[in-house]
């Protein structure tokens, strides 16, 4: 009897089992049989899918967060960012991390598209904006979250990406696509 297995582009799978599940996150190890015919195993790490919103004032001033981030061991600058909750929206994901990490609310929102962090190991779709129009609110962090605001120049914020003092990849695309959409060369 010939073993029933799944196709996955050229990759046969013949068995999958999850490994390690909470709630924002899942291990599978899957049984494959691989492009070149030989018997393998493969890992994928399924996150929630999230946002990177880019908040832009009318002055050309990007607002990025500094915070500890746990799985890295240290403080990064980022965008603001965060995952989506029980059925809601990408753009509603967007207004409420705004405001929930920098205590500000935008009158215009710019989808800029989606990327995939590391397409090799993980599933996750994250999806990119522009805030512009702001108006302040006040922040309200979630209990893992001890941030920073940072204020700066969009112009030294596109410096901070070329030089790698802003390492984040979702941080990055989403500032270039900012930097596209609003002219800056």
Known sequence: MKK?????GPWRIIKSRTVYKNPWISVREDGVIRPDGKHGIYG??????GVGVVPVDDKKNIYL???????VGRVTIEAVSGGMEGGESKLKTAQRELEEELGFQAKKWTYLGKLY????????????YLAQGLV????RPEGTEKIELVKIPFRRALQ??????????????????????LGFE
């Not at 962090?117 to 990119?128: A, C, D, G, Q, R």
């Open 160 to 181: 901070w990406v070329k030089s790698g003092k802003i390492s984040d990849a979702t941080t990055i695309v989403a500032i270039l696509k900012s930097a596209e959409y």
């Open 117 to 128: 962090p590391l397409t090799s190991v993980i599933s996750m779709e994250n999806h990119l």
């Open 4 to 8: 029933r297995t799944r196709k996955r």
């Open 65 to 71: 967060t500094k915070e500890f981030h746990y799985a």
């Open 44 to 49: 994928v790490v399924t996150i929630l899918s």
């Open 136 to 139: 302040k609110s006040s922040a």
